[in-house]
């Protein structure tokens, strides 16, 4: 027998998709993840190992569902109480999904975006978690070699999620400030695709902005809206942090947005939404696509055979999610858990000087340590992250995997895992900044807190112009995240 | 605001793939399921309804899940006992899947092989149903326009599974006889596709086959392998029936036949299989690619993010299949049970003169009315066919939706429904054939048998060539199936 992948060249035996390096796993990058996955950190058993702080999960509120679960047996077809329904739920494949899930997960939409936009149960098309919601989507509004913009920084999977095995490219467009996209920006980078001769099929941003943990305003998603409907594109909004918004300004869907503009086309809005943040079920591949064309809608549910929910999630998850006091109470004490957790984090940073953005919503900080670069380069950002990961222990996400144009910045999540952890990194943290500024110290010749000058001096270097409203009033620090959710590098954890 | 679909075009708005009929849904063939899911059979609410024979199924042995179900209530998350693993579950989204269900999978594999081959868990690459599992293979394997050879008759979904969304032709090959595949009608198609300056890359079978419920012999396999290495293409077997082999002659996995042939290249094999058909449980989504190609196992992981089976569904099954005790029981005893239904209902059919292929395997039987058409095309078939769904009220699968290329053959599922239904069934072809004979008494001057004269004549037209002994020594009748098993017309069964 040869040895596989032996004599034979699987560049001419596979496929192309096989073959090139779309998938963007082989990045430096993944380096954290590795770290983190030779040497996780855990209390007792391995005090000193990496702290995952580069995983957007939402793990503060999960005895909440777990009292439902005990309280509601009958939810579960695996119980004394439910298993009277088996055969029915398990032999149920039909793509469109139980009505009641359906329902459910349409009013769980509405409840997560504060009941002021309603959603249409027959416009939920189910898929496998975001991942296939977003790739589902993409399969359908656009061809090979067409291409969609999207505002950076931005979701690192993005690239494998929308453009792997669709062939779609993407375009980022440079925002001027934080989370602002300008029409101008938006403008340019749309002449310049038809310049090159691409032809731009739509816009797609997070709304909760992944990585920043901030929302759009409203007029910002006005002239978007617009803008799409004068080009005659689709805006796509991914919103699947909708009900992590645990500060003012509050969420503003695009839904509210197109609702009052009747003159524009519905067929060009689409929304992604999942339960795997607001609920913090990623391991359920609850996704959905919410579309206002119906040619979307009856496409992307044929689709869905490729990646329909278990029928078993699907029924608990249909019951879970009717339950209004239950689902009412659980955001409400989600919001003002991921409060606190944010509070705490941000407060605790900026008594060691470091800031973050100003956010109100996310799973995440998006840590500001420019300060810290020897020059305002990926590599000095790279460079510094390594330290991070090797010497503090903690596996946070630097900016450049986002796309970022400003070196200096790390996605930081702190909601998947307890108030010990936590404090842990941060004690891991103020040991790193003493040192660090003792180190500046010595080689500044003793000239007092060289760190806050180095800053300055980084401000005047980088390219984007920063208010300093943005940033939270008690700064902060650390924050990393999952860019690909399913990494291989992530163990099982039973 | 414009109504969806109105005054804009979506042509020019969606994908090709959004726009063009390649899903293969809206064919005629779909009207069997529009008239089940207009007037379903129900004993006591609507005893005239349409009896569902076109849906292959397998629900003859949930009970024995069930049982377990309720004695193993810690295999839950949400019961009492197991609701202490809730957390990790739900946040679980490793691609790899987890450890212990790709054990328990690659364990199931080999048993529904009666263990004379096993599987390695490292090379189990989870997917959303075989549906899934087949086009992520297809995205691995080869690039659009380029080209599979599948025998037929063939699984009618195999062009939306394989082709949709990742642009690969499927090129039938005519066999012989049924469920023979000659090396020259191989080899013809392979050069005729040649000729016409299409790549073909692979050769996909099912065995057990669907929609014969045959078994593929150790010679034919081994032509099959020997081809496929001479040609270096890739040869994919689709053994989602594996465990519904209920009679001799048993199942030959190609994993059995390339393990004696060290000299052919690994690299070309592939195997999908499922928990859909062998456990009953397609609701559940469980598809799984067995590849012995390094790469396309690696490739095919990164590809599961799209479409992975609900963490919810992994940990309770790989709970279930890792009770050896309870496996082999219910292997056993699901194999009696599809034995006797299938010799009840085959022996009954013969009764009425009504003859199917000889079977040993599947959830279905391959019924011949070849004697009951006027005339042996495709046209008189779906006429018959029409007036079986409507007048007998049957919802059954006429043999040019699976590629036949013979008119007059019907696939009958038999195992989605109670012993009652199947009698009622039953009841109904008993009156159908009575009253056929008749008429057909009455055209032809009271001649006896004019059923049997007609056939024979029937058998000089066909351009197979049929061996009697590959009848059911007690011939049979209807049966039906189900090629798009998420069907928009399945109605929710909560």
Chains 1, 2 share one sequence.
Not at 291 to 313: E, H, I, P
Not at 342 to 355: C, D, F, N, S, Y
Not at 396 to 411: D, M, T
Request: proline content about 5%.
């Amino acid at each position: 027998m040869e040895s596989s992948n032996g004599v034979f060249n699987n560049e001419q035996l596979l496929s192309t998709i096989a073959t090139n390096n779309g998938h963007g796993e082989d990045v430096e990058y993944f380096d954290g993840w590795k770290a983190y996955d030779n040497d996780p950190y855990h209390p007792s058993n391995n005090p000193n190992g990496v702290i995952q702080m580069g995983l957007a999960e939402n793990q503060l509120s999960f005895d909440l569902i777990k009292e439902w679960m005990v309280k509601n047996p009958q939810a579960s077809i695996c119980t004394h109480e439910g298993v009277n329904k088996f055969t029915d739920i398990a032999i149920f494949q039909d793509y469109h999904g139980l009505p009641k899930f359906r329902s459910a997960v349409a009013k769980f939409m509405g409840k997560a975006r504060g009941d002021r936009v309603s959603f249409d149960p027959e416009r939920i098309v189910m898929s496998g978690g975001a991942t296939g919601a977003n790739e589902t989507l993409m399969f359908c509004l656009a061809d090979p070699g067409e291409a969609f913009l999207v505002p950076s920084p931005y979701y690192p999977a993005f690239n494998r999620d929308l453009g792997w095995r669709t062939g779609v490219k993407l375009i980022p467009i440079t925002c001027e400030s934080w989370n602002k996209i300008t029409e101008e920006a938006l403008k340019s980078a749309y002449e310049d695709a038809q310049n090159k001769k691409i032809r731009v099929k739509g816009l797609i941003i997070t709304n909760p902005s992944n990585p920043l943990g901030t929302v759009q305003d409203f007029d910002t998603l006005k002239m978007l809206v617009n803008f799409v409907n004068d080009k005659r594109i689709h805006l796509v909004c991914d919103e699947i942090f909708a009900a992590t918004v645990f500060n003012s300004p509050r969420l503003i869907s695009v839904a509210e947005v197109i609702k009052d503009m009747p003159h524009v086309n519905y067929d060009l809005f689409h929304i992604i939404y999942s339960l795997s943040k607001d609920l913090g079920m990623p391991g359920f591949r609850v996704g959905v696509v919410y579309s206002y064309n119906d040619r979307v809608v009856t496409t992307a549910r044929k689709m869905s055979s490729f990646g329909l929910v278990s029928s078993q999630t699907q029924y608990m998850l249909a019951s879970l999610l009717s339950d209004d006091v239950f689902v009412t109470s659980y955001l409400d004490k989600s919001r003002e858990r991921l409060s606190q957790r944010h509070k705490h984090l941000t407060r605790e940073l900026a008594k060691v000087g470091i800031q973050c953005l100003k956010s109100n919503a996310g799973l995440f900080v998006w840590m500001d340590l420019r300060h810290l670069l020897k020059k305002p380069t990926k590599e000095e950002e790279l460079k510094l992250w390594k330290v991070i990961i090797n010497d503090v222990k903690i596996n946070v996400s630097p900016g450049s995997s986002f796309h970022c144009n400003e070196a200096g910045w790390f996605r930081v999540c702190f909601a998947n895992m307890d108030d010990e952890t936590v404090d842990v990194s941060l004690q891991r943290i103020r040991t790193f900044v003493r040192r660090e500024n003792k180190e500046s110290n010595n080689n500044n010749d003793n000239t007092q807190k060289p760190n806050l000058k180095k800053r300055k001096e980084m401000m005047k270097l980088s390219r984007l112009s920063f208010n300093s409203r943005r940033f939270e009033e008690t700064p902060n620090l650390l924050s990393p995240h999952s860019p690909i959710p399913q990494s291989p590098l992530v163990k099982a954890r039973t």
